[in-house]
Structures are given as structure tokens and as C-alpha cells.
């Protein structure tokens, strides 16, 4: 019983040394990349009062840690389905801060968009929305 206490002790205080995090934030050279969707908190149709009727989205999400950086801003449609994907990417050998930088941007939806229903998809999160 003795024992165990002294290795559960032992992993205890082992995980509560301060950590040596200088070195370990230097990117390794020649690493391969992981590029991956951001995180998608909110998204918020915007429609103009204009002619022809003009359409934003006001995404918010979180790109990712301290290594993360904002990849690829792409959007598409096929019919009344408008798709944005944002991607990050990061090495994956890199040790890095756990300090979210956030996103948090105004887009304009491409197209002309006569009366109808509509859906915005924005990685994972999804946006119905109608022009009268």
C-alpha cells in the first residue's frame, strides 16, 4: 500500500513541476503541416436593403493555438447553398501555446440571390435564411 502511495505521490508531483516551454515553442525545421477546419462559434446573416440585394455573413470561431495560422478562405454555391470553408494550419511537430486567436470577420456572399430561401454553410455550423 506503502508503495503505491509513493508512485501515485511521484506521478502527482511530477505533473505539477513547472514546465520548460522555451525551447519546445521553436518550430521544427522541415516538419510536415496539418491543415484542418477552424473551430465556427457563430454565424450571422446579414441582408443589405439594396438592389440587387447584397448578403454578408458575420462569422466568429477560433483559428487555434499559438502554432495555428489562417490557411484558406473558400466559398462556394450550388443553387441556393452557399458553403465557406476556413481552414488553419500548424506543423505537427510544434509544442505550442495554448492561447486562442480568434476569428472574427465580416464576408460578403458571392452572387445574386433572388427571392427564396437559402443555406449558409460554414464548416460545421449551419444557416438558413430567406430574401422576400
Known amino acids: ?11 502527482v508531483l511530477a505533473a505539477c513541476a513547472p514546465a520548460v516551454t522555451e525551447p519546445l515553442l521553436t518550430p521544427t525545421p522541415g516538419a510536415p503541416f496539418v491543415v484542418e477546419p477552424i473551430q465556427i462559434d457563430r454565424v ?19 483559428v487555434g493555438d499559438g502554432c495555428s495560422e489562417l490557411h484558406r478562405v473558400e466559398q462556394t454555391r450550388s443553387g441556393n447553398v452557399v458553403t465557406i470553408i476556413i481552414t488553419r494550419q500548424r506543423r505537427l511537430a510544434d509544442v505550442c501555446t495554448m492561447i486562442a486567436q480568434l476569428y472574427d470577420e465580416m464576408l460578403k456572399l458571392e452572387g445574386s440571390f433572388p427571392a427564396g430561401d437559402y443555406t449558409l454553410k460554414v464548416n ?4 438558413t435564411f430567406r430574401i422576400d
Open 1 to 11: 500500500m506503502k508503495r503505491a502511495c509513493l508512485i501515485f505521490l511521484s506521478i
Open 44 to 62: 450571422e446573416v446579414l441582408i443589405m436593403e439594396s438592389f440587387p440585394v447584397q448578403v454578408s455573413a458575420h462569422i466568429t470561431g477560433i
Open 124 to 127: 460545421n455550423v449551419e444557416q
